[in-house]
């Protein structure tokens, strides 16, 4: 979906002249570095008319800032997504934290939780997507000297509203564009920036719980959780 693009490299050029104080030492643009993976995501699977969005925060270390992909865990993203592009390293690599692309060895369990279940359930990506689309709100990673990853809410308030700014701006170019019938923030986080950002568009918004393993409750059953939860939120789905 070429508009979809416009909008992702838009939101690129603006987060990427941003500078942000210690402890972050490092910050990751996954929009430009992988973008070739990005953008054929983008353009294969974005679709107008969808039941929903389901909304992310931003690229986990072993997942999107690998893949460029939302939730991208590596297997995952070239094995079902067929995705598998050759990406490039970011300006400046953290020594802990490199990036290797799909040959990264490591999984991120965020997105194996989120793109395996979608792969139970539905079998083949393209039915998946004519219910969803993955996205994330805020485009960069960001990591400490030790290469601790520094989630964006950690940011102070001077950091967090020149970026939320810009990756509101996108969402909202997101949403109109896409015209889905609800946003479902993957994670409180994401449903706050989500009710802010698109504040006023009269969109119906909900939320369903984090597969991050840093979640106790996530780490009981996330796929029956979430399932339980869209099902509340009264998709359409074919459970």
């Not at 991120?108 to 793109?115: M, Q």
Request: net charge positive.
């Amino acid at each position: 979906m070429k508009e979809m693009i416009q909008i992702s490299r838009r939101l690129s050029r603006s987060v990427t002249s941003m500078s942000f104080a210690e402890p972050v030492t490092h910050v990751y643009n996954p929009l430009q570095y992988a973008r070739r993976s990005h953008e054929a995501y983008l353009e294969r699977f974005a679709k107008p008319g969808v039941q929903a969005i389901l909304l992310g925060m931003n690229p986990g270390p072993w997942g999107m800032a690998q893949t460029g992909i939302p939730f991208g865990e590596v297997a995952l993203a070239k094995d079902w997504l067929g995705l598998a592009a050759k990406v490039d390293k970011p300006e400046r690599e953290h020594p802990k934290r490199p990036v290797q692309g799909f040959d990264c060895p490591r999984s991120e369990v965020s997105g194996r939780r989120l793109w395996g279940w979608a792969k139970q359930r539905f079998g083949k990506p393209e039915k998946f997507f004519e219910h969803f689309f993955v996205y994330n709100f805020c485009p960069l990673s960001f990591m400490e000297k030790g290469g601790r990853n520094r989630t964006p809410d950690k940011l102070p308030k001077s950091e967090k509203e020149p970026l939320f700014a810009a990756c509101d701006q996108a969402l909202r170019a997101c949403v109109e564009s896409m015209q889905p019938e609800m946003l479902i923030g993957v994670g409180a986080f994401a449903r706050q920036q989500a009710k802010r950002a698109l504040n006023g568009m009269k969109l119906p918004l909900g939320t369903i719980l984090h597969p991050s393993p840093a979640s106790p409750a996530a780490n009981r059953g996330w796929e029956a959780q979430a399932e339980a939860q869209l099902k509340s939120l009264g998709l359409r789905l074919p459970f």
